[in-house]
């Protein structure tokens, strides 16, 4: 008798251990984009309910539930944006480390044991040059007064008390990710966007200039040293951003970034326009879509981030731009422009190790969502060409 107990309670411990394992199976299990076949839905069924998902109608902007579990909406009109979750209980829990959800492939996965529901975003954005007119005040050059500031860019000016309306994330769609990742590896802020088409570059209307909110590197040497006739085509910095830089970033968004040229023209003085489009031009290919910034980016009059201090969050710290300091051919090799701890420009010599923010062009065609502040900042939903 005692054996018949004994045996019935193991085969009761199997039974929950296979039991649990297979509810760990599920929990685990990707919700795709594509319609559930009969096997998977049997294996998920019961949980169907625990999934929400809320679009932005495409008609009047406001969030409606979809009815359709088993289908993402389409990511060439709506772009994830975050998820809201709760417990059985109906308390709120971390959704970053229960949800993820993978661009690339567009699949959402739920990491946790225990029962939880889930409401996923998706928002459809709108136009980056108009949600920035709506939404960039008075700062932005391109809303109510509708002009065009510097090389056929709308640009954001005034000082770091008033731009509070550029910030930008880059590498992902949700905001708290964005906004309190420690090292900053997803915060930007836009320089400009483009208001006319550049043949010569292969730069086209609409297309964002966006710089990294924080320094990628703080100890980078512009060039080798001046032997080796430094420009920025062979420069050791350019390389770094164009390897290391542009390597750290997921297929998904490397395909954002656009390629093309780069106006180069050393420069003499730290006044005036670096960078005339009658200067040379850099061919742009796949190693030579990361820069830094212009001299014109940084030193025109009304300029953001032209700004003592503040514009590099009070860092004090030397940060490279593209722009060599030409005087004449000697100086050129050995010398390019840095902004200075002070906040002004100053040559340096090009082995010297100074910060670098990567610079560069988004595809055309984004939209856009959000603010644009610190807080909530801009989140791109799609990219109609990447």
């Known amino acids: 008798m005692k054996k018949k107990i004994i045996l019935r309670v193991l085969i009761l411990l199997l039974i929950l251990i296979l039991g649990y394992e297979s509810y760990s199976y599920v929990k685990d299990l990707s919700i795709s984009n594509k319609p559930l076949d009969v096997n998977t839905k049997e294996i998920i069924k019961g949980n169907d309910k625990s999934i929400a998902i809320w679009v932005q109608d495409s008609e ?7 009815t359709n579990r088993d289908s993402w909406p389409s990511p060439t009109t709506h772009g994830y944006v975050g998820a809201e979750c709760t417990d059985s209980e109906g308390s709120k829990v971390d959704s970053l480390s229960i949800i993820s959800f993978d661009l690339n492939t567009y699949t959402a996965t739920i990491k946790t044991k225990q029962t939880i529901y889930c409401t996923l975003y998706f928002a459809k954005g709108e136009p980056a040059l108009d949600h920035l007119k709506a939404k960039g005040g008075s700062t932005f050059a391109g809303g ?13 000016r005034g000082d770091s008390t008033l731009v509070t309306s550029n910030y930008i994330c880059f590498g992902t769609t949700v905001e708290d990710v964005c906004t309190t990742n420690a090292s900053g590896n997803y915060m930007y802020r836009i320089i400009g966007i483009t208001s006319e088409d550049d043949s010569k570059i292969n730069l086209y209307k609409n297309q964002l200039k966006i ?4 320094p990628y590197n703080t100890k980078q040497q512009w060039g080798k040293n001046g032997l080796d006739n430094s420009n920025w085509g062979s420069s050791q910095v350019k390389n770094y951003l164009n390897s290391t830089f542009l390597s750290s970033i997921s297929t998904y968004w490397n395909s954002m970034i656009s390629q093309h040229g780069w106006y180069i023209k050393d420069q003499t003085s730290s006044s005036g326009y670096a960078e005339p489009k009658d200067g040379q031009i850099i061919s742009g290919d796949a190693n030579n879509r990361i820069g830094l910034m212009y001299l014109t980016d940084y030193n025109i009059a009304g300029n953001w981030i032209l700004i003592k201090n503040s514009w590099n969050s009070n860092t004090a710290i030397e940060e490279w731009t593209m722009t060599r300091y030409g005087y004449d051919d000697e100086m050129a090799w050995w010398y390019a422009w840095a902004v200075n701890s002070y906040g002004t420009l100053q040559y340096r010599y090009v082995g010297t190790e100074d910060a670098v923010r990567p610079v560069f062009y988004l595809q055309s065609n984004v939209n856009l969502t959000g603010e644009g502040t610190k807080d909530h900042p801009y989140i791109i939903t799609t990219m109609n060409n990447a």
Do not use: N, Q
């Open 60 to 66: 009047d902007d406001e969030w409606h539930e979809a």
């Open 144 to 156: 109510g007064e509708h002009t065009t500031i510097v090389d056929g860019m709308y640009r954001f």
């Open 211 to 214: 710089i990294r909110a924080v």
